[in-house]
């Protein structure tokens, strides 16, 4: 597929960025630890995964400081689909047919539910391909929209591919579009405009459950299960746990616009930034720390900044506070995270931009991942703001098998590790759905 | 790795064989009803694993005379894993995560038993690769031998890979090496010669269970299980079964040194011929029909005969009966399978040898597969007879993903055709499985 996410072109020969490297050395031993407990890692996750199933689908962003690797967002309706690597369209093929089996073992067929009104096109062509893999799966697979379509609207894509997007109709307690009612609804919808009661008390299984929409999630739990997992792991395999996780904070109720709750902010971004300092000092990290302030509930980093000052969150402008104020589907903020910075020292050669993993689990399985390449943003911003211009460069490996002969940070270990740290933030994310949907051995969404 | 199976080199550039021009219109056909039938097949699949698990793991030679795509072996504990594409390790590697969490969910490590009194270079680096998979998997994995060492014994391997067969040592109910006893035994003996007393009632799990080597089946029954599977899946796709299915006639014991009944043989073989010449004759297929007959226990291709006329079977002189009546590890024949032989019509284009695609599968997954690239047979003899020499091709694709757009006979699309012709055997393996050790609902052998 031709990209078109920017003008800017990679250099086909360029696979994989390069961590700064004055930070070398700290990644090769944190990767060094986790390749030669690979056999630990992997009993350890098969362990867990039996005690909490995996929740259908998700990706997560990591960020690689050198010093420090760690989950920043994890996304339970993933899109970016079509930014993964093709040849590894067998191992998505195998975990979607595992993950079915789990949640709705008679499937025939499914029926997407993809987020509202949005004509974005990198959206739509990840929608083709998540229909595409469903089909290659051996599915049929329709996709609804939440809209009022009279009809079915067509969206030629720019790969080439037409997208179509059927008017859905409930009929009982069953969601069809045009006679087709199959037995699982794949939503791909985060809900952060809350839950839609069209999807309430389905017959139908729906995968994820809607609990797992932001309507209900919590950041802020979601990075607790992943601080104690990461507490665990890292005992495991003898490694300091702030390797592998941001710090976090929480601030309880915070209106930006009335500007209340600003004190509390004010003082415990002064607490995590001097416990970042403290940490550098340690560790001898020579990097200015900085927090990340971002809402407590929601995606596409609306409502999110970052401060390297205690003042920066006080001297807001109406502007700035208006932006965290509202996030996506113009939901208020009311509770906020704030979470230790964590930098991005991986760049291309070539053209030195910032690039950011993102890798793709499916089930239990890391099933691919791509580098989020950002043409324009620093080391310390957030690439998944508004309009951020990114180039996808998908994995040419897998994350799935390391390489004990190699060096720990060949590509295919690096890789390997990345989907260790993802799988982690997926396993906290087993714990969410466990808390919100219920005890798995009583409502069995995996085996 | 280099390729050591024969001088024979392969042309890099030569990624699959070529079927004969004039058969090519019938197997488009096949393959055009499998292609567009795939939702339906799948789906049939789904329902299938469901009610009867798949064993452990498997490899499957098919055939393919463009008219007809059948299985001509299917091994259940199989070899040459060092012959498919390290592409697809990590759908090895998944796949070996589910069939280990099917069989026995908290294993953390395994011990492989191999065949015994094995030399054969080729089935040592299969066994390497078998447990360098395993690791991959994350389990540690160790070989244990059923031969009276001392010691561990060293092999070195033409890859360049030191391979260890180590003692094994049985306490109590368990079997261990080393002061290593997992609780996952995966058995890579085919029990030719009779089952082993000190895999006799374990505490550990046994993968494949013991009652699937050549001991307890019988190819009658696994092509008999074929035969209707492959009648159910040819009515869902509306194609006449025979295109899919080697016909099979029995005929009770037979001694061949003692020369008793081998009337019947005849009698048989003739009828079998007549029924292939029927069919041909319906088909305007113009090719010579011909029989094979083989030991209805064993492998190894010892014990195999072709004919093309009735006469054949009688006319043997005392070398050939000899070899009849000699079975892998000495093994009687009791009871011989009249089957319809199957041409291979598909030849490198390079140098015109016969090729045969093998597949492999781990639990109901199709994981890779090769071409046994035969460098002196014929197209209408047995490929796996001892001493053939063959050149493995590796699948350059999964079988996994069919491609609806492409043309039917696409390398991409006839793979994916192999991988449902395989699991119709592996699932006909499914109920000798379910028939010789219980009714999996019972003791789950899989979800």
């Not at 509930?297 to 502007?319: D, F, I, W």
């Not at 991986?346 to 030195?352: A, I, N, Q, V």
């Not at 720990?408 to 808390?435: F, I, T």
Request: net charge negative.
């Amino acid at each position: 597929m031709p990209n078109h996410h920017s003008a800017l072109q990679i250099d086909s020969n360029e696979t994989s960025p390069e961590l700064e490297s004055h930070y070398c050395g700290p990644l090769l031993r944190i990767e060094s630890h986790i390749i030669e407990s690979r056999r630990r890692i992997e009993t350890w996750f098969r362990e867990q995964w039996r005690r909490t199933p995996a929740p259908f689908y998700s990706s997560v962003d990591l960020r690689n400081a050198g010093y420090k690797l760690g989950p920043v967002d994890t996304n339970l309706f993933p899109a970016g689909f079509n930014n993964l690597n093709h040849s590894f369209d067998p191992l998505v093929v195998h975990a979607i047919q595992s993950a079915v089996e789990h949640a709705c073992p008679d499937a025939r067929g499914m029926l997407i539910i993809p987020e509202r009104h949005t004509r974005n096109q990198f959206y739509l062509e990840s929608l083709a391909t998540m229909a595409e893999l469903f089909e290659l799966a051996g599915f049929e697979t329709r996709i609804g929209s939440l809209e009022p379509l009279g009809e079915p609207a067509h969206f030629k894509l720019p790969s080439g591919r037409t997208l179509t997007q059927h008017p859905i109709h409930r009929e009982g307690r069953r969601l069809e579009v045009d006679g087709f009612s199959p037995c699982t609804i794949v939503l791909n919808n985060d809900l952060s405009g809350g839950r839609e009661e069209i999807l309430d008390d389905l017959e139908q299984t729906v995968v994820p459950p809607t609990a797992l929409g932001w309507w209900r999630r919590s950041k802020f739990d979601h990075f607790s299960h992943y601080q104690s997992l990461a507490h665990e792991l890292a005992e495991l395999i003898d490694l300091d746990p702030w390797h592998l996780a941001p710090m976090i904070l929480d601030c309880g109720q915070i209106d930006f616009m009335k500007r209340e709750g600003e004190t509390c902010l004010q003082e415990k971004v002064g607490e995590m930034l001097a416990a970042i300092q403290k940490k550098y000092d340690e560790l001898e990290i020579k990097e200015k720390p900085f927090v990340v302030i971002k809402a407590d509930a929601g995606t596409y980093g609306m409502g999110v900044m970052m401060a390297q000052s205690p003042e920066e969150v006080t001297g807001l402008n109406r502007k700035q506070r208006t932006r965290m104020a509202a996030s996506k589907d113009g939901r208020n903020i009311n509770r906020v995270l704030i979470q230790e910075g964590i930098y991005s020292f991986e760049r291309l050669g070539s053209s030195g931009h910032v690039a950011e993993p993102v890798l793709y689990m499916i089930d239990r399985h890391v099933v691919g991942g791509f580098y989020r390449v950002h043409t324009k943003k620093g080391q310390s911003e957030n690439l998944n703001s508004p309009g951020a211009e990114f180039v996808p460069l998908p994995f040419t490996q897998s994350c799935v098998t390391p390489a004990p002969d190699a060096s720990p940070d060949s590509d295919q270990n690096r890789l390997y590790c990345y989907g260790v740290v993802a799988r982690l933030a997926l396993l906290a994310a087993a714990r969410e759905q466990r808390d919100l949907v219920g005890d798995p051995s009583e409502n069995p969404v995996a085996d």
